[in-house]
């Protein structure tokens, strides 16, 4: 079956330092990709997605690029701030389909 | 702009007592979904909607049960609660179109625990 796999948590980081967090998956189909952001108390919230191989989402400051052959989906920015600590999620839905496939959740906690 | 409403927030429920989670939406989304999160599994499926008078099973629908009466409105039950459905429970939804390449939306949860 589809399946996401996520690096597991938690990611500590002081503010301004480099983020990636890595997201592979396994699909019986031709997916399409999201990172979706959980901050404390709150619900999920689409952060980025690709629809296809080598397009590259991006939003806020993150960026994340859809790579067929590895099977890939990793998120990555530049410089984190501290508002960017949360749980951060990558899912997959297959073309044709609405439900999604999560993986576990990454939380990312930056310091200041 | 609401978005998706889950009601309740909270509750506490004792072990066979039943109950009825609320999600409403108000942006005409055709898909409603209800998920359940616990610590270190992610978001599971537990049953979804494509449409009005419609619902589906997901990955792990024992012991719940939904149903779409109002295209708005998707309600999530509980006949007779257990420990094990102690979680937060969370509602989406998404639209039609494009099917697969649309973000779900997402309520703020209810957080149930089963004493």
């Known amino acids: 079956g589809d399946s996401v796999t996520q690096m597991e948590g938690p990611v500590t980081l002081s503010e301004e330092a480099f983020l990636t967090i890595n997201c592979t998956y396994t699909?019986?189909?031709?997916?399409?990709l999201f990172w979706y952001v959980q901050y404390p108390g709150e619900g999920l919230q689409l952060l980025l997605k690709?629809?296809?191989?080598?397009d590259k989402g991006s939003n806020k400051g993150f960026e994340a690029t859809y790579r067929k052959e590895t099977t890939s989906f990793h998120l990555e920015k530049g410089s984190v701030q501290v508002s960017d600590s949360a749980v951060y999620f990558c899912?997959?839905?297959?073309?044709?389909?609405?439900?999604?496939?999560f993986g576990k959740g990454t939380m990312l906690l930056v310091s200041p | 702009n609401a978005g998706v409403t889950q009601t309740p927030k909270f509750r506490v429920l004792k072990t066979g007592q039943s109950m009825t989670l609320l999600c409403a939406q108000d942006?005409?989304?055709?898909?409603m979904y209800w998920y359940r999160q616990d610590p270190g599994m992610g978001l599971r499926l537990i049953h979804y909607?494509?449409?009005?008078?419609?619902?589906a099973k997901g990955e792990v629908p024992d012991g719940y049960n939904v149903s779409r009466l109002k295209k708005q409105n998707f309600l999530l039950g509980l006949e007779s609660a257990a420990p094990s459905q102690t979680s937060v429970y969370f509602c989406?939804?998404?639209?039609?179109?494009?099917?697969?390449?649309?973000?779900?939306?997402f309520g703020d949860g209810t957080r149930l625990s089963i004493l």
């Open positions: 942006m005409n989304h055709e898909y």
């Open positions: 690709a629809t296809k191989a080598d």
């Open positions: 899912a997959l839905s297959l073309v044709g389909y609405s439900t999604l496939t």
């Open positions: 909607s494509v449409g009005e008078g419609t619902t």
């Open positions: 989406a939804s998404s639209p039609h179109e494009g099917e697969g390449n649309q973000p779900q939306h």
């Open positions: 699909a019986t189909g031709y997916p399409s």
